[in-house]
């Protein structure tokens, strides 16, 4: 039998409409459906990372300036790798801001350190950082794609523990997979409701065709998580309730059994690129330690500032890449949680919250941080300042230990020095060059007292930005400690209440009585907070629990528990 279309079919459903509205004269109106399509782009906009919005509008001007379109098999790569991140962008915006970004950025860079610095070697410095940068920018969609299935797959696990639970009392994929979106979160989430959006607006025709293509996106990184949804698939056809169930759970033993080999796999493996790393990131910077006084003695021309782009740019930046590469190729089954993307109220616990009275004011972490850095910064950049505000001076020790102030018999900068000095504070000498462009000028400092000090420049870096993650995450972390010690005592507190239901007590009261037998414990704590939600705010059980202003996961907010 010959198919029929889409269109056959509207046309005939609209004749039979206009037939009804003119013998009974009621006008036939369309059954409401839920729109997936606005709350997936809703969702989409809320929870996309903002850089990756500004990536979107740079390709996009990039693309009107200079169009590059990148060569057919780089294009399917990129086509898909968009599709992974939900970009909304072409493979030829991405190409022409990997050209573009890197030429504006040597053209600007080049243009500003020859017109300042009268230096050929930024200008060298800068049009090869840029050359460098090209590929990487040019492939910008494909390590957005690897950081989205690696955010993913930490959360693959717990995906398929939320389909299989519900599917074990309700055998309704589409339900089941609207059930794990709305528990994960972002980006597996938002692949799981881009899965009933294709549905929803007609692209595929059923939840088990979208999810089918969706699975494919995985087959060359997880192939273990497509097995268990298609275990998950064929339960839907199993007449028996006994072989339906042992379906559904021998899908969750498939992708914890491959999880846990890959893990053991990619420990096995991982023990070259760390030793990589380690000298890359340790050994090295150890020697350059002793390399670099050597290379300024042999080579005079060389500046700080090149040791300085060498040495605390290039290196770390490679280093961080050369880690991110090894991340990479993590296996899936981590499931870091980020307590505020579960329950975006807790948000107010990442500032530093200082209570006078009954007013509670939110100190954001960057303020402070801020603080403390330009202190510390001041203080490591002093000797700098204190020459520039009056350079005719300096303090030295002398061979007696004594502390001297000394001034210089001339007005220029020429350097301050003395017979009975053993160590200088600032100490600016005249540069022994004859030749060059530092002959003849005041290089410095040198003196004791200025390296010293000099210590508090990298410790205005390092502890204003571990202060900042410190205080961000203290509050947070309490939080979910208390959390972490309820999913370790829940199975026993869920035997007990269960056992006082069973006994005929009504869940309200079930919950007052539990929480006395376990007092002084987290779970006894929570009961007690899901109890007294019932008796003073006249809530019913699950508003006690889910309310997501007064209710008791707002204290401890878990996955797991909720």
């Not at 030295?396 to 017979?419: A, H, K, N």
């Not at 205080?471 to 309820?486: D, F, P």
Request: glycine share 6%; with cysteine.
């Amino acid at each position: 039998m010959e198919k029929i279309s889409k269109e056959e079919i509207e046309q005939l459903m609209q004749k039979y409409k206009d037939k009804i509205e003119t013998e009974l004269k009621i006008p036939v109106q369309a059954s409401p459906r839920v729109i997936y399509s606005q709350e997936y782009r809703q969702f989409k906009e809320e929870n996309l990372p903002k850089h990756l919005t500004v990536y979107e509008n740079f390709c996009d001007i990039s693309e009107k300036i200079i169009k590059i379109a990148p060569d057919k098999k780089k294009e399917a790569d990129l086509w898909e790798a968009i599709s992974i991140t939900h970009l909304q962008i072409t493979p030829a915006g991405a190409v022409s801001f990997g050209v573009l970004g890197p030429l504006l950025f040597a053209v600007i860079g080049g243009i500003l350190s020859y017109t300042l610095l009268h230096s050929m070697f930024w200008v060298v410095f800068f049009l090869i950082t840029a050359a460098v940068l090209i590929n990487p920018a040019m492939n910008l969609p494909l390590f957005f794609a690897d950081q989205w299935r690696l955010k993913g797959s930490n959360q693959m696990v717990l995906s398929i523990f939320y389909v299989v639970t519900y599917m074990r009392h309700t055998s309704n994929l589409e339900l089941a997979v609207e059930f794990a979106s709305d528990h994960l979160s972002p980006p597996l989430s938002l692949d799981l409701k881009k899965v009933l959006w294709d549905v929803e607006t007609e692209k595929y025709e059923s939840v088990k065709e979208s999810l089918d293509h969706y699975l494919e996106s995985w087959r060359r990184y997880n192939i273990e998580y497509i097995e268990a949804f298609h275990l998950i698939e064929s339960s839907l056809y199993e007449p028996s309730e006994d072989r339906r169930v042992s379906l559904l759970d021998r899908s969750l033993d498939v992708i914890l059994t491959e999880t846990y080999e890959k893990m053991l796999h990619y420990a096995h493996d991982l023990k070259g690129p760390i030793n990589m790393l380690n000298m890359l990131g340790i050994i090295l910077p150890i020697l350059g330690l002793v390399i670099l006084p050597l290379v300024v003695s042999f080579l005079p021309e060389v500046q700080p500032s090149h040791l300085f782009a060498l040495y605390n740019v290039v290196l770390p930046v490679g280093v961080f890449f050369l880690g991110k590469t090894i991340l990479s190729k993590r296996p899936t089954g981590y499931g870091d949680t980020d307590i505020t993307e579960i329950n975006p109220e807790l948000k107010k616990y990442k500032n530093l919250l200082v209570h006078i009275g009954k007013q509670e004011i939110r100190v954001p972490p960057l303020f402070i941080c801020s603080i403390v850095f330009i202190l510390l910064l001041a203080v490591g950049l002093s000797p700098i300042i204190l020459n520039t505000i009056d350079c005719n001076y300096d303090y030295i020790l002398t061979q007696r230990l004594e502390v001297q102030r000394i001034v210089s018999d001339t007005p220029e900068c020429d350097g301050v020095t003395s017979e009975d000095a053993w160590f200088y504070f600032l100490e600016y000498r005249e540069s022994s060059a004859s030749t060059g462009p530092s002959a003849g000028k005041i290089l410095g400092p040198f003196g004791l007292g200025s390296s010293l000090l000099s210590i508090f420049i990298p410790l205005s870096f390092g502890l204003s930005i571990g202060l900042y993650y410190r205080l961000r995450s203290r509050n947070v972390m309490g939080i979910r400690q208390k959390a972490k010690q309820l999913e370790a005592e829940f199975a026993s507190a869920l035997f007990q209440l269960g056992n006082r239901i069973g006994d005929g007590i009504p869940a309200e009261l079930a919950f007052d009585k539990v929480a006395e037998v376990m007092q002084d414990t987290v779970s006894g704590n929570f009961f007690r907070l899901v109890a007294v939600n019932i008796r003073k705010l006249g809530m019913g059980v699950q508003q006690a629990i889910f309310s997501p202003h007064t209710g008791a996961l707002l204290t401890y907010p878990s996955v797991v528990i909720q």
